[in-house]
């Protein structure tokens, strides 16, 4: 089946630094998606990536979608406390009807230190 | 709205046991997700159902059963509970929502941990 490779796997950082993550796969995507889990909780969808090279941002986040679909990678400006958690890429497959099957990256465990 | 809920939060089950975990949403989506996840290895999707009356399997369902009650809810049903079994289940919806180009979100419920000893 197809794979993500998300790194880092995790990352310590002091608040107020920018940081950067992404994920690679071996085929193609038509979206990449990118949730947040904070502990105890589900996923939250921060960002999602409809066409390749597209680059868009929300508040401190930003994130593109790779011109060759394969990749994609997330950025945090100016980190905060709140930030902490684990952060999933997600790519999605268009299959038959209206589901939509996601394959999600291993997480990046990010943790702020003040 | 409440979005996506799980029921229960928490179980721990004997080898063999079996149980039901319930999910419903009121977002009035047409597709519903299981998931589980362990430690390092993200999500992976168990079963799901694009609408109401079909189920389908996805990367990892042995071991597992899924109903589609209705449009609302979507329970997983572990028959024959396996220490493998462990993990966080999620439950999750969808629907397309159509604009100038495809657009796609998955909601999750706040997951199950499971135990199996």
């Known amino acids: 089946g197809q794979q993500l490779n998300q790194s880092p796997q995790s990352m310590f950082i002091q608040e107020g630094e920018d940081v950067s993550m992404n994920c690679t796969s071996s085929?193609?995507?038509?979206?990449w998606l990118w949730y947040k889990q904070d502990p105890g909780e589900g996923p939250v969808l921060l960002i999602a990536?409809?066409?390749?090279?597209e680059l868009t941002s929300n508040g401190r986040l930003t994130a593109q979608f790779g011109i060759t679909r394969k990749d994609s990678f997330l950025n945090i400006s100016a980190s905060i406390p709140s930030d902490v958690g684990i952060y999933f890429c997600?790519?999605?497959?268009?299959?038959?009807?209206?589901?939509?099957?996601?394959?999600f990256g291993s997480g990046t465990q990010l943790t702020v230190l003040p | 709205n409440a979005g996506v809920t799980q029921t229960p939060k928490f179980q721990v089950l004997k080898t063999g046991q079996s149980m039901t975990l319930q999910c419903a949403q009121d977002?009035?989506?047409?597709?519903m997700y299981w998931y589980r996840q362990d430690p390092g290895m993200g999500l992976r999707l168990i079963y799901y159902?694009?609408?109401?009356?079909?189920?389908d399997k996805g990367e990892v369902p042995n071991g597992y059963n899924v109903s589609r009650l209705n449009k609302r809810e979507f329970s997983l049903r572990l028959e024959s509970a396996a220490p493998s079994q462990t993990s966080v289940y999620f439950c999750?919806?969808?629907?397309?929502?159509?604009?100038?180009?495809?657009?796609?979100?998955?909601?999750f419920g706040p997951g199950t941990r499971l135990t199996v000893l």
């Open positions: 999750a919806s969808s629907e397309i929502r159509w604009r100038d180009r495809g657009q796609y979100e998955q909601f």
């Open positions: 085929s193609i995507f038509n979206t």
């Open positions: 990536l409809y066409k390749a090279g």
């Open positions: 997600a790519g999605v497959s268009y299959s038959s009807g209206s589901a939509r099957q996601l394959t």
């Open positions: 977002m009035n989506h047409n597709s």
């Open positions: 159902s694009a609408s109401e009356g079909t189920t």
